[in-house]
């Protein structure tokens, strides 16, 4: 089993985040450079993508033995979907209450 989809999942999910993150998607203030929308879409979108890759590399493992190559975009992709779910929480109006410090 190739592993050429999660590694594509793993840098299209952390090319997502530094968008997210700079366009202060996680603000308490709710200032941010993209509409809610835009912002909700984009976590789901990258939610599902690294989940899926997530499983895949899991999967992988499992077939061909744990190496460090696996075990990097398996942990990744899946901190990653944890992530996204989270801020797909937060920022969905009546989530998490979120206060700043």
């Known amino acids: ?24 998607a996680a603000d308490p203030s709710g200032e941010s450079a993209l ?3 835009t912002r909700l879409i984009m976590s789901e979108f990258a939610f599902f993508v690294t989940a ?6 899991i999967r992988a493992g499992l077939a061909q033995g744990f190496g460090p ?3 990097l975009v398996a942990a990744g992709c899946g901190l ?11 920022l969905w109006p009546g989530g998490f209450p979120v206060q700043a410090p």
């Open 1 to 24: 089993m190739k592993l050429s989809f999660p590694w594509l999942a793993l840098g299209l999910g952390l090319l997502v985040a530094l968008v997210l993150a700079v366009s202060g």
């Open 35 to 37: 509409p809610l929308l």
């Open 80 to 90: 990653l979907a944890v992530g996204f779910l989270w801020l797909g929480i937060v």
């Open 52 to 57: 899926i890759g997530a499983v895949q590399a």
């Open 69 to 71: 190559g696996v075990l």
